[in-house]
């Protein structure tokens, strides 16, 4: 077990006692490996053998940050989603805060994802949900200002609105397996292996996070009140048949901006950056409680 008691601000460490309570009930033999870290976490799982299953207890970035020992040693993953978005998890069928459900689906048939390998100043990271830039990050940074009494959902549209106010946009070059995608000003670009971020926003509802390929959404050319619009789309996901959004799907996709743009990778926040190359790794994630997608 790898929990992080940070995640959900602070809602899995509160409902820890029920997750050793339920391991015990349904009889599992588990340790706790005593983590403060995504670092400390993946040295530690690094020592035991690579049968031994890991579970994350936590958000999306508890799991993400395990992702590089995980694709290497091809230990098995389960997701207790007590985080604030629970994205990835919650894409899987996964409900937040559903601990019993969880552990008990780790008794079903294991399933194997992709990742993205995603090459930044030359240092490989692992992503299983997928990366944002531009407004996407701009939001992410925005969320952690959001006011405490807001809930997942609810602060994600906060820094929506928030982030609308100080839209930047710059032109952007997309090649995508070698042939050129996009080319123009762009306010958004997210690459994605999930269908969600932000907690339950469906940036891209057609990706499989199984099919051995990335999908890409763009956001060309739009202006505050176009991006709200197409925003407004997004939550009943009929964006991507707005001629405004550029949507694609491959297996190797690189963006360069012309500028500087805030990036997040998994829902991090990873400062910014102009040129990123996303690879898919087809099967390289062993879920053991992933059902199938929603
Ligand atoms: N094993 C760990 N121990 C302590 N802290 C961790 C560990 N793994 C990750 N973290 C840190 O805790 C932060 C929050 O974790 P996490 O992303 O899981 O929760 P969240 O942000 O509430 O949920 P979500 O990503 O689903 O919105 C991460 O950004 C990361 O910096």
Wanted: charged share 20%; hydrophobic share 40%.
């Amino acid at each position: 077990m790898v929990l992080n008691p940070q995640a959900g601000r602070g809602r899995a460490g509160r409902l820890w006692p029920q997750v050793q309570a339920e391991l015990n009930r349904q009889g599992r033999a588990w340790q706790l490996l005593p983590t403060e870290s995504p670092e400390l976490a993946r040295s530690m799982l690094a020592r035991l053998p690579a049968d031994q299953p890991v579970l994350a207890v936590g958000g999306d970035g508890t799991a993400s940050g395990l992702l590089p020992e995980l694709a290497r040693s091809g230990r098995g993953l389960g997701l207790v989603p007590l985080g604030s978005g629970n994205d990835f998890a919650g894409m899987l069928g996964l409900k937040a805060g559903d601990v019993t459900g969880a552990l008990r689906r780790l008794d079903g048939p294991e399933r194997a994802v992709d990742l993205i390998s995603c090459e930044l100043n030359g240092q490989e990271r692992l992503l299983f949900n997928g990366m944002g830039m531009g407004f996407d990050a701009q939001v992410a940074e925005l969320m952690r200002r959001a006011p405490a009494r807001l809930g997942g959902f609810q602060r994600y549209l906060w820094a929506v609105l928030a982030g609308l106010r100080d839209l930047n946009s710059a032109p952007l070059t997309v090649t995508l397996d070698g042939q050129p995608l996009y080319q123009g000003r762009s306010c958004l670009a997210a690459v994605m292996n999930g269908t969600r971020y932000g907690g339950g926003f469906r940036i891209s509802p057609g990706s499989d996070p199984a099919d051995g390929l990335l999908n890409v959404v763009l956001g060309a050319g739009l202006g505050r009140a176009e991006l709200l619009g197409v925003l407004l789309k997004v939550l009943r996901a009929s964006h991507l048949r707005d001629r405004r959004v550029v949507a694609a799907q491959g297996r190797e996709v690189t963006l360069r901006w012309a500028s500087r743009m805030p990036a997040h990778l998994d829902g991090e926040l990873a400062g910014e950056l102009s040129e990123v190359r996303l690879r898919v790794k087809p099967g390289a994630l062993r879920l053991l409680n992933a059902g199938s997608p929603q």
